[in-house]
């Protein structure tokens, strides 16, 4: 039983070496192809939880939205065609998937994006760790009253480091609207800090 850990184990630090195309190979082989995909997503899931959870801040919303992500990959993996990278088309499934959480839930409670937004920051606060005076949780609070799009733009730029052509795959809008929205976000970030 501990050999069958130690070989589970040695195969998902193997798929933090393996490239994607191999990893791509090995989920369209049918004998491979549960490894293959267990493989993706233990190599991308950390970041991608991370992504989704800026946009959503709760942690049981951002496994949701990471679990249907997953979902839609397993079941759209062997259409996917290579016209991108593998980590930007998951990224814009990512994103798709959040966007569609936080327009459901606007839905569901029948309020105010605004409305959204402030729930949003709320549930920030009410986080056992936070504290108002230090600077994460003021650029936090700044980014839930960003609108939801450049909210995604920031946190793919900010965090994520994503080039904005990757972006522009990603949020399939042009490189120059992209540097614009991030430029704005920006502007709206550090007016709420310094005023707040």
């Known amino acids: 039983m501990i050999g069958f850990f130690i070989f589970t184990a040695h195969l998902l ?27 993706i997503i233990k190599k991308y899931q950390e970041k ?37 990278q593998l980590y930007t088309w998951l990224y814009r499934i990512a994103t798709n998937e959040s966007l569609s959480f936080l327009d459901q839930q606007k839905k569901r409670s029948s309020i105010s994006l605004s409305d959204v937004e402030t729930g ?29 799009k450049q909210r995604a733009v920031f946190n793919l730029r900010y965090y994520d480091e994503m080039p904005y052509e990757e972006m522009s795959r990603v949020l399939e809008t042009s490189e120059g609207a992209l540097k614009a ?16």
């Open 120 to 148: 949003l920051s709320n549930r920030l606060q009410a986080d056992k760790h936070f504290d108002a005076n230090k600077l994460e949780w003021k650029l936090q609070l700044a980014i839930q009253q960003l609108p939801e």
């Open 13 to 39: 630090t193997m798929a933090e070496h393996l490239d994607d195309k191999e990893l791509l190979m090995q989920f369209r082989e049918s004998t491979s192809k549960e490894a293959g995909y267990t493989r």
């Open 181 to 196: 929205s991030y430029h704005h976000a920006v502007k709206k970030i550090e007016d709420f800090i310094l005023n707040h």
């Open 48 to 84: 991608l939880y991370w992504h989704i959870r800026r946009m959503v801040v709760t942690h049981d919303d951002a496994n949701d939205v990471l679990q249907n992500m997953f979902i839609k990959v397993w079941n759209g993996l062997d259409n996917f065609r290579e016209d991108s």
